[in-house]
């Protein structure tokens, strides 16, 4: 296939293994039962494809979710990263063998291999190898263990279930047992055939991987008994990953899975009634979430991110690793955040009215929410330079409406101003000028954290009134066209409402008066160029 940025050739047996192999550790499972993988990640392909930036790193994230949620054994978890397609041959036959003599001894035996990389219909391309998904799927399909999983999480690799009969289905369920139970195979892939395996920038991972790990943290758990099984983590992922690719460029990765499955029970991948030497985080509120770690003392995340989740039942618990987290839960009008420190065993509940809101303008400009605008009003104090020689500066208000799009704010907006001579000529006894003017701001925000900055332009027009007392009294009516650039800033205070700021430079083309002691009805128009700023309140919804 044409490689193109974004996009991979994984293969999803590895992550079916994975989550195999995660389930028969979850259960109490006697001692017999012991648990292999094998985590392959790739990120060179062929010298014409682009070079994957994830699937080495998420073999790391596979490992570690086997050991502190399935009960892996470190010493039976395999990781090969960058590995040519002999490499891989020989460590699946040396894993294999390892296998036959704990099956002699009397035991049971469960492989879970999962592979990240490059791939098409046929061969998995690693570093310039090839290596036949076929043959690399009967090595899987004839190890002695008694469950094999294989998760290819590489494009194209359908063609491995379609070949063997297998669809796109709803998880399955069997039932659970305290025993291994089940012996077979199972291979999941991510794509279908000739779709692609995508990757998330965002995620710091591929999107089928990080889905199909977030189901075994607690989210994939669709009939809340605690027990997250094989066919709910296949089904939870699939279903999270079509979501996400829906809104790429790319388009839509349709997951699929293929079983040859005997016995009464799903494999249970993970147990997270228990918790472990990891946290237990309720989720009270159903929505959208994202687990990052706060800098460096949270084991497994990865460049921050830990884990995103989509809960769709109340009170859902979710195991993360210890130290402290920032969780932010999106609903389909608004988002919200908070700061936590998760302990070792300890459980800890979240609600979302314990969070605390996000500005709606932020979400709306980043996307998060279906909500695709903000708006509300926005009320401040008034001050800009004089307009003439021998004139005070204006003082007043400003009123306007502010619209939030995804891309620019629009603020449409209505200025009062006066000022007043400095100092009178001998025969006027009043000399005054206020301004009433209407504009249309236009600004490019920034979000640094809470406060967002942004340069501003405005285009209007002003309408003033001048009035000199004299012996008589004299009144014009100037009017102006208003040009601006400026800068401005927002902090957000709570409750919907902003301190907001802005500091302009004005350029108004008027009529100038050469005279103090009179009005000139026909003064040459100009420009004067001065300063302007505002401070106040806005407030968005």
Not at 363 to 388: S, Y
């Amino acid at each position: 296939m044409p490689s193109v940025p974004g996009r991979k050739r994984r293969p999803s047996w590895a992550v079916g293994a994975a989550g195999l192999a995660v389930i028969l550790a979850a259960g109490p499972a006697t001692a017999d039962v012991k648990r292999y993988a094998l985590l392959i990640g790739a990120n060179r392909g062929e010298p014409h494809e682009v070079t994957l930036r994830y699937a080495e790193s998420d073999v790391h994230a596979v490992a570690e979710t086997l050991l502190k949620l399935g009960g892996f054994p470190g010493d039976h978890i395999v990781r090969l990263t960058a590995p040519t397609a002999s490499k891989v041959r020989g460590a699946l036959v040396d894993l294999n063998l390892s296998i036959q003599q704990d099956v002699r001894g009397g035991g049971e035996a469960v492989l879970f291999v999962y592979y990240s990389g490059h791939a098409d219909g046929q061969t998995l391309h690693l570093g310039g190898t090839e290596l036949p998904t076929e043959e690399f799927s009967k090595l899987v399909r004839l190890s002695p263990a008694k469950l094999k999983i294989l998760l290819l999480d590489a494009c194209r690799t359908g063609t491995l279930t379609r070949v063997k009969g297998g669809r796109q289905i709803a998880p399955f369920q069997i039932g659970v047992q305290d025993q291994l139970r089940n012996e077979g195979y199972a291979i999941i892939t991510s794509s279908a055939a000739g779709e692609d395996a995508q990757e998330s920038d965002a995620l710091r991972s591929s999107i089928f991987t990080h889905h199909f790990l977030a189901a075994l943290r607690g989210p994939g758990d669709a009939n809340g008994d605690g027990l997250v099984t094989l066919g709910e983590a296949y089904g939870y992922a699939s279903e999270q990953a079509l979501k996400t690719s829906m809104a790429t460029i790319v388009g839509s990765q349709h997951a699929t899975f293929d079983y040859d499955l005997r016995g009464r029970a799903d494999p249970i991948l993970t147990d997270v009634r228990t918790t472990g030497d990891l946290a237990q985080l309720v989720l009270v509120t159903p929505g959208e979430y994202l687990v990052t770690s706060v800098g460096t003392s949270a084991v497994g995340a990865v460049d921050g991110v830990i884990v995103e989740a989509f809960v769709k039942t109340p009170r859902r618990p979710v195991l993360l690793p210890p130290g402290p987290v920032r969780v932010r839960m999106r609903t389909r009008t608004n988002v919200y955040e908070a700061d936590l420190t998760l302990r070792t065993g300890e459980t800890l509940t979240l609600a979302a009215e314990a969070m605390r809101p996000i500005p709606l303008a932020q979400v709306v400009r980043k996307g998060e929410t279906e909500v695709v605008w903000a708006h509300g009003p926005t009320a401040g104090a008034l001050l800009h330079g004089p307009l003439q020689s021998g004139l005070s500066p204006m003082l007043g208000v400003q009123v306007g409406w502010a619209v939030d799009l995804p891309r620019i704010t629009l603020v449409p907006r209505l200025g009062l101003s006066t000022g007043r001579a400095d100092a009178l000529p001998g025969s006027v006894t009043r000399h005054t000028l206020s301004e009433l003017g209407l504009e249309v701001a236009g600004l490019y925000i920034f979000d640094v954290g809470r406060l967002s900055l942004a340069p501003m332009a405005s285009v209007g027009w002003s309408v003033f009134r001048q009035t000199l007392e004299l012996p008589d009294v004299q009144i014009t009516r100037p009017q102006a066209l208003v040009t601006a650039l400026g800068a401005w800033g927002a902090w957000p205070i709570g409750r919907g409402f902003t301190l907001e700021g802005s500091i302009e430079l004005v350029n108004f083309y008027l009529r100038h008066q050469e005279s103090r002691n009179g009005i000139e009805a026909n003064a040459p128009r100009l420009g004067t160029l001065t300063y302007r700023s505002t401070l106040g309140l806005a407030y968005k919804y």
